[in-house]
């Protein structure tokens, strides 16, 4: 399809596509005149993606492209390779590591890691950009006071596995690795606003049912 | 105790906490000599919830003292009150109204909630800053082509339930009323990245378990 249908069938408009071409978020088309190129169902994915992480996800384009080089790296085994995308992904906040705070938050993340036997996490440790934003906000809960250990961090990861099941079996239902790993990195990303405001919907719902004084 | 010891006690530095004071962020001590105030264990307990909400939550002071406004509305029933408190937290994009995916989000988001029984969130609909944000999520999962219908959402929903019996259980260890509404805002806050970067890890052992080559 040329330039114009691409826009028509993605709903992106020609101008933000000839943008994303120049900033190398979407490969080139095949070339059919010294003016014109060709482009297949292959860009209308990428579109989607990108749009997924530049429109939603709010990335900065330089972050968005380096998220793609990883989705594109066909040489890693494929789940080193959705690693690899997902740790692309911008991190939150790193640990303060002159705060004592950390130190605990530390020793608590490692006994939750080893009590759910959650091995893979414990090998890649600080290695890990989401293993160094749960230091960080477990460290925020340990400095002023609320609960913070093991115990009270189980029932939450235990809740996380099971969502990972649901996330896992959402982008095993792409066909190719190449669509599963931008499944991964795309659904990664929007599903984390429908989570956080489910669990508001949901605190208001046991709330109501723990406090409420209507029958 | 004096403005030294909260200083000493909360680890917020006493410029900051004269800050917070003259923001109206923290209620004014009971003054002593025209120089002096004495303040007590409330103080120390709003001053780690203006953390939470400003340090770790980002939040700009005006939306910080909105929340705090809310927290100490004792007017309110206990469930409308711990309802308002988190209303009142920053919410996300607002859905685009002019989008017909838009309404395809509202209608999967109210078969979801049907389907769950939900009745307070139905009941309150758009009124619920994170019913807003939900129909926003969805219909950018479905303005990309992602899975977006209810069938879909269910399983995140599940998990959110189970995270809000979680999440109420830890706030009815405190407590007062007041203590209460304070760690529901403090706890909704700070443990979002701990559950956003839980699922992450627990998407890599899933991920691994699935498709990963070492024995």
Same mark, same amino acid.
């Given at each position: 399809?040329? @330039?114009?249908e691409?826009?028509?069938r993605? $709903?992106?408009?020609?101008?933000?596509?000839?943008?994303?071409?120049?900033?190398?978020?979407l490969p080139? $088309?095949r070339?059919?005149? &010294?003016?014109? &190129?060709?482009?297949?169902?292959?860009?209308?994915?990428?579109?989607?993606?990108?749009?997924?992480?530049i429109?939603?996800?709010?990335?900065?384009?330089a972050?968005a492209?380096?998220?793609?080089? *990883?989705?594109?790296?066909e040489?890693?085994?494929q789940?080193?390779?959705?690693?690899?995308?997902?740790?692309?992904?911008p991190?939150g906040?790193?640990?303060?590591?002159?705060?004592p705070a950390?130190?605990?938050?530390?020793?608590?993340?490692?006994?939750?890691?080893?009590r @759910?036997?959650w091995?893979w996490?414990?090998?890649a440790?600080? *290695?890990?950009p989401?293993?160094?934003? @749960?230091?960080?906000?477990?460290?925020?809960l340990?400095?002023l006071?609320y609960?913070?250990?093991?115990?009270d961090?189980?029932?939450y990861?235990r809740?996380?596995a099971q969502l &990972?099941?649901?996330d896992?079996?959402?982008?095993?239902?792409?066909?190719?690795?190449l669509?599963?790993v931008?499944?991964a990195?795309? @659904?990664?990303?929007?599903?984390?606003?429908?989570?956080?405001s489910?669990?508001?919907?949901?605190?208001?719902?046991?709330?109501?049912r723990r406090?409420?004084?209507?029958?």
């Open positions: 399809m040329r @330039l114009a691409l826009s028509d993605s $709903g992106v408009p020609a101008a933000t596509i000839k943008y994303y071409l120049r900033e190398r978020l080139a $088309g070339r059919i005149t &010294a003016t014109q &190129a060709e482009y297949g169902d292959e860009h209308l994915r990428r579109l989607r993606l990108v749009r997924a992480l429109q939603v996800g709010k990335m900065p384009v972050t492209r380096q998220v793609l080089a *990883a989705v594109e790296d040489s890693l085994d789940n080193v390779r959705l690693g690899a995308a997902v740790w692309a992904l991190r906040p790193e640990p303060a590591e002159d705060d950390t130190a605990v938050a530390r020793r608590e993340v490692e006994r939750l890691m080893r @759910l036997d091995c996490s414990l090998e440790g600080d *290695a890990s989401a293993w160094g934003t @749960l230091v960080a906000a477990v460290a925020a340990a400095r006071g609960p913070s250990e093991a115990d961090l189980a029932p990861a809740a996380a &990972a099941v649901t896992l079996d959402l982008i095993e239902r792409f066909r190719t690795p669509e599963q931008e499944a990195v795309a @659904l990664t990303v929007l599903y984390e606003p429908v989570l956080l489910l669990r508001r919907l949901a605190q208001a719902e046991e709330s109501n406090f409420g004084t209507e029958g």
